[in-house]
């Protein structure tokens, strides 16, 4: 389900929502609503209560040890999917119009 590398983070996320009495998505959620870095925190939601708990994380006030415990074993890596362009397209060149005015 999840790389073994993210499998600290994931035990991380599962104690302290369960001491918290939340979900583990809550906990997630409050972490990247904190993040400073993370201006617009993107959220899709298949079902209705996906929406309440992800409002839930509003409030939730982490503290800095529960920072600090998640992000102590995150391991930075590239996306999972990512794929370098190999060649780039270059702009068209300009062309001049097929449509001319009265005087041309």
């Not at 998505?25 to 617009?40: E, G, T």
């Not at 996906?50 to 529960?66: G, K, Q």
């Not at 190999?86 to 300009?94: L, M, N, T």
Request: glycine share 4%; with cysteine.
């Amino acid at each position: 389900m999840f790389p073994d590398s993210d499998r600290a983070i994931v035990e991380t996320v599962q104690r302290i929502a369960s001491a918290r009495g939340v979900l583990m998505a809550q906990i997630a959620m409050a972490w990247v609503l904190k993040n400073p870095v993370v201006s617009a925190p993107i959220v899709g939601v298949t079902k209705p209560h996906h929406l309440t708990d992800a409002t839930a994380a509003l409030d939730i006030d982490l503290t800095a040890e529960e920072i600090d415990s998640l992000e102590a074993p995150y391991v930075t890596r590239r996306p999972t999917f990512f794929r370098p362009k190999v060649r780039c397209r270059q702009a068209p060149s300009a062309r001049p119009s097929a449509v001319q005015g009265p005087d041309g």
